[in-house]
């Protein structure tokens, strides 16, 4: 079965850190995104992809790169790591674009940041 | 401004107490309505898509519809396997999460 998987899953870190969590599916989507849960907040746009070779701004971009080398692939990294990005991370991938809402999502990857 | 908001925060219903769930939205061009399910620890599972006001999806005890400003999410005579987040998501050019409605089913 088609899947889409995150590591790590749970990830501790100091303050300026480079950190890396990774994204891979294997739906064979095109469309790819990263997102962060943070409680009282609903899901957070970080970054997005449509295809290898493109990457996009979200909402709450500033802090995190992506690259998108590949189909299946999409990492994410946090330059500095700050408290603040102390969150629950999830990636996510679909057949259509941005504004169609049927996503998969990955189990997610919490990240704190001391 | 908040273009999602869902109400309550939580709800605790006992088994077989059927209740609603509302999901209310300000966008202006709404292309889609999304409701998901998200278990303690998992990433969210779609569950429905709405497009048009009076338009109605069930799936097994849940049963979404929409108006011009808000959704609802019934549950149907609820089971303990229900107690999830619901998220609700809209989509005009992009998506929009609301925070979630936590739901916790007793036997």
């Known amino acids: 079965d088609a899947e889409i998987t995150q590591s790590p899953r749970h990830k501790i870190t100091e303050t300026g850190r480079q950190v890396t969590l990774a994204c891979h599916q294997t739906?064979?989507?095109?469309?790819m995104f990263w997102y962060r849960q943070d409680l009282g907040h609903g899901l957070r746009l970080i970054h997005y992809?449509?295809?290898?070779?493109?990457?996009n701004k979200g909402e709450v971009s500033d802090g995190y790169s992506v690259s998108r080398s590949n189909t299946e692939d999409l990492p994410l990294t946090l330059e500095s790591a700050a408290s603040s990005q102390t969150s629950v991370y999830f990636c996510?991938?679909?057949?259509?674009?941005?504004?169609?809402?049927?996503?998969?999502f990955g189990e997610g990857s919490r990240l704190t940041v001391l | 401004e908040d273009q999602v908001t869902q109400s309550p925060e939580a709800l605790r219903l006992q088994e077989g107490e059927s209740s609603s769930l509302n999901c209310s939205y300000t966008?202006?061009?709404?292309?889609?309505l999304f409701w998901y399910r998200q278990d303690p620890g998992k990433g969210p599972e779609f569950l429905f898509t709405?497009?048009?006001a009076g338009e109605e999806k069930e799936k097994e005890r849940l049963k979404a519809t929409l108006t011009k400003k808000e959704s609802f999410l019934h549950i149907t005579a609820p089971k303990p396997e229900d107690s999830a987040t619901y998220l609700c998501?809209?989509?005009?050019?992009?998506?929009?999460f609301g925070a979630g409605t936590t739901v916790t089913v007793r036997a």
């Open positions: 996510a991938s679909s057949e259509e674009g941005l504004d169609t809402g049927e996503l998969f």
């Open positions: 739906w064979n989507h095109n469309n």
């Open positions: 992809s449509y295809g290898v070779q493109d990457t």
């Open positions: 966008v202006s061009g709404l292309r889609g």
């Open positions: 709405l497009y048009s």
């Open positions: 998501a809209v989509s005009d050019y992009k998506l929009s």
